[in-house]
């Protein structure tokens, strides 16, 4: 209740911290969650990561799941109540892992990305390829929410609350020591670290397993994400992961359980984090000083990399030509192949000169 000897400006500083708190209670990391009805999800990761069997368990199908080709899609609805209409969530999943990455511009679209999220499956069992994937999937989804994001300023809808450009500062409470030392993902982003009971069972020492947590965590942190580690085999992680999921799909409650035990699987809500907690990257064999790094980013990439030396990934973009792989060669094939390159390309210089020809008869009449 206002006093009496309140001024206009007490109460009208008062009403802005109380619209702020109910902004904070009602947006969280998945925007304006109390009046979305429809939202969309976007699944991306490892190849074989096991995003397909996330998705069916969130969605409560019970069906093997199969390898996903290219780029799939499917729904799921849930009421909020007693004859009151069902949210629809959209499910896109990019399969593939690295390779058809330019596939992520049919699922991030203008009508799409006010209510998008982006869910990341990152394979734990798979240390090597985990950060390259992690980088150029999120550089790449990145890339074109911006682009998307950039062209509804255009048209006046950057007024919009749900717009990715004000979505992605609610990551943090404004009192967070980090808010300003972070560099949020344009819309809410989780992280799943998947086959956690593979990992779990690797021969990693003490201190390849505290560098793959804190990366992670850090990279969780920077990008405002949420973090949570999961398996296939275990029943409870997987609720607990259905409750992530379902939270950014449905607007549901996603659970207050904080877990940052390297020696357990990590569970860290966005915001609930903090660089101070993490630390800085863990060194044993080499001096930190002696990395050349651009920002705290490249610093952590650096580190990971010297304990877990990026494998390829045998992306078939790096290939400009499939019918050159030699994992496909067959000499009559490219006998033939080669014969006619060399036709097509006389023919080219054939029509070029035919077109150079009548540009000269036409400048002459």
């Known amino acids: 209740m206002p006093k009496t000897s309140d001024t206009l400006w007490d109460l009208a500083l008062a009403e802005e911290r109380c619209r702020e708190s109910r902004e904070g209670e009602e947006e969280g990391e998945?925007?304006?969650?109390?009046?979305?009805?429809?939202?969309?999800?976007?699944?991306?990761?490892?190849?074989?990561?096991?995003?397909?069997?996330i998705i069916l368990r969130c969605l409560d199908r019970d069906e093997p799941p199969k390898p996903t080709l290219a780029?799939?899609?499917?729904?799921?609805?849930?009421?909020?109540?007693?004859?009151?209409?069902?949210?629809?969530?959209?499910?896109?999943?990019?399969?593939?892992?690295?390779?058809?990455?330019?596939?992520?511009?049919?699922?991030?679209?203008?009508?799409?990305?006010?209510?998008?999220?982006?869910?990341l499956v990152l394979d734990l069992s798979k240390a090597?390829?985990?950060?390259?994937?992690?980088?150029?999937?999120?550089?790449?989804?990145?890339n074109h929410v911006d682009k998307v994001s950039a062209e509804l300023l255009k048209t006046g809808d950057a007024k919009d609350n749900r717009h990715p450009s004000k979505r992605g500062l609610r990551t943090l409470a404004k009192d967070h020591p980090d808010r300003e030392l972070i560099n949020p993902f344009p819309v809410p982003l989780l992280i799943i670290g998947s086959k956690f009971d593979i990992f779990q069972a690797k021969d990693f020492d003490s201190e390849k397993r505290k560098t793959i947590c804190k990366s992670l965590r850090f990279v969780a942190h920077y990008?405002?994400?949420?973090?949570?580690?999961?398996?296939?085999?275990?029943?409870s992680l997987m609720s607990r992961t259905r409750s992530f999921v379902n939270h950014l799909a449905f607007g549901t409650e996603r659970g207050k359980v904080v877990s940052t035990d390297h020696n357990k699987p990590l569970i860290i809500p966005a915001g609930m984090d903090s660089l101070s907690q993490i630390g800085s990257p863990p060194t044993t064999d080499?001096?930190?000083?002696?990395?050349?790094?651009?920002n705290p980013l490249d610093l952590w990439k650096k580190v990971y990399e010297r304990l877990f030396p990026p494998e390829s990934t045998n992306n078939p973009k790096d290939i400009k030509d499939p019918a050159k792989d030699p994992q496909y060669a067959e000499p009559e094939v490219d006998s033939m192949r080669?014969?006619?390159?060399?036709?097509?390309?006389?023919?080219?210089?054939?029509?070029?000169?035919?077109?150079?020809?009548?540009?000269?008869?036409?400048?002459?009449?």
């Open 30 to 53: 998945g925007g304006d969650l109390t009046e979305l009805g429809e939202r969309a999800l976007f699944f991306m990761g490892n190849k074989a990561g096991g995003k397909t069997t």
């Open 71 to 119: 780029l799939e899609y499917t729904f799921g609805r849930r009421a909020r109540g007693h004859n009151t209409p069902k949210d629809i969530a959209h499910f896109w999943e990019l399969g593939g892992g690295t390779s058809l990455s330019d596939l992520i511009q049919i699922p991030i679209t203008a009508d799409t990305v006010r209510s998008l999220s982006v869910v």
């Open 128 to 142: 090597s390829v985990l950060w390259l994937t992690m980088e150029q999937l999120l550089q790449s989804a990145r």
């Open 223 to 235: 990008y405002g994400a949420s973090l949570i580690f999961t398996s296939s085999k275990s029943e």
């Open 286 to 294: 080499f001096d930190i000083g002696t990395l050349h790094a651009k």
């Open 338 to 365: 080669a014969q006619k390159d060399q036709e097509l390309e006389q023919y080219k210089k054939n029509a070029s000169q035919s077109w150079r020809g009548l540009e000269l008869d036409s400048r002459r009449s």
